[in-house]
């Protein structure tokens, strides 16, 4: 079997793997009489967790030879934790069983970048990022109108079952990746196909655009993170929709469905061009989505909000390994590079859950939406001021 089309079939399989039960879990939790305070709360946890994890684990990735491992592990701890909640949705239980799901959600990104730049090299690593991409959210489209329907006629069981099922079929899918096609110099960013000479951690983080990058990420995420879960909590409590789960599906699917086309165009302008005009689209769509669902408390907000969700993540999702790739290429840190990114990028997402919740319990949903826009605003104006489009990056490497 081809080996690209093998790497499509594990990106659609694990993306909403990796994602463990996402804003499926708030509207689960919310049913079983959790406050939304405590569900950002339990998010939260997860969230940390995944923060201080992901770091650890891409050096971790840039260091074993066998990747494949990491995702087969990841994907079986993400589908124990999913029966976890299910069986017994209690605070400790459910907490515990994020911080499960974190660990297997901060090994899966890099461990498929690694395997894909470790395949088709740095050369065609954006084309195959932009492919991945698209079948990633082909898969999370996939998943999310299987939830709803099946939601729809078996409630919210039939999620979880889905979820650990995909979690089975993506370590099958993984063990028909041969394990020789995977260079191991190439997966960890090496300027060649055989040196395994890497740079100094602490020369790669004092790079200001990697700096930068981390910020801007982070402040991303902030603001982005909560926007979804508290979308469908906020119409949840004031009573304007009758299907939670159902409601819940559709906000994927509209916003899988836009990353798709949003992911590819990313991918072939960037090729040409560079990241640094993608990252500024897929920042500048966050606070208008904000806006637009804080203003306007109606169901039907969901279709614009999400359609400009699907864009901005299409970008970001593009942009982020992407850009990582061209500032870390021949530092042999590849992994550990992105992971550090990601470490950053969680940490915005876990914070966002939790300072949304409590702005949502004590000032209102609307009032939420209107902070996490103030947050994105201010990582547009950090990438646009500090981001230094042409200074090189020179690495001092070290056997």
């Given at each position: ?273 560079g990241y640094y005009l993608v990252f500024i689209l897929a920042i500048i769509v966050l606070p208008v989505r904000g806006l637009l669902a804080g203003l306007l408390q109606i169901p039907i907000i969901l279709l614009p909000v999400q359609i400009l969700d699907g864009v901005g993540a299409g970008l970001m999702g593009v942009a982020v390994p992407g850009l990582a790739a061209r500032l870390l290429f021949g530092s042999g840190r590849f992994n550990a590079g992105l992971s550090f990114i990601l470490t950053m990028q969680g940490i915005g997402a876990a914070l966002s859950h939790g300072l949304a919740g409590y702005i949502a319990k004590y000032w209102g949903y609307n009032d ?32």
């Open positions: 079997m081809n080996i690209q089309i093998i790497l499509n079939a594990l990106n659609f399989l694990l993306a909403d793997v990796r994602d463990g039960l996402g804003p499926f879990l708030g509207v689960f939790l919310q049913s079983h009489h959790w406050s939304v305070e405590l569900i950002g709360s339990v998010t939260t946890i997860g969230g940390l967790a995944g923060v201080f994890l992901t770091f650890p684990i891409g050096i971790m990735i840039d260091i074993v030879r066998c990747k494949r491992l990491i995702i087969i592990i990841a994907s079986m701890f993400i589908a124990v934790a999913i029966a976890l909640i299910f069986l017994n949705p209690t605070f400790k239980i459910t907490a515990f069983a994020q911080i499960m799901i974190a660990l297997g959600a901060a090994a899966i990104p890099p461990a498929i970048n690694a395997i894909t730049l470790g395949i088709v090299g740095q050369k065609g690593f954006d084309y195959q990022l932009g492919r991945n991409e698209a079948f990633n959210h082909l898969g999370n489209s996939f998943a999310a109108v299987l939830s709803g329907l099946l939601s729809l006629y078996y409630k919210l069981f039939s999620v979880f079952l889905l979820n650990i099922f995909l979690a089975i079929a993506a370590i099958g899918c993984t063990l028909l990746i041969p394990f020789r096609k995977i260079n191991y110099a190439q997966s960890r960013g090496a300027s060649t196909d055989t040196d395994i000479k890497t740079a100094s951690f602490w020369d790669i983080i004092q790079n200001q655009n990697m700096l930068v990058f981390c910020i801007t990420v982070t402040l991303f995420h902030l603001a982005n993170a909560a926007m979804l879960p508290l979308l469908g909590q906020s119409m949840m409590a004031k009573h304007l929709i009758t299907n939670p789960g159902l409601y819940t599906a559709i906000t994927i699917i509209v916003a899988q469905v836009t990353m798709i086309p949003a992911a590819l165009l990313a991918t072939s302008y960037a090729k040409i061009h939420s939406f209107i902070v996490l826009s103030i947050i994105a605003l201010l990582a547009l104006l950090c990438w646009v001021f500090f981001y230094k489009t042409n200074k090189p990056v020179h690495y001092k490497i070290r056997n």
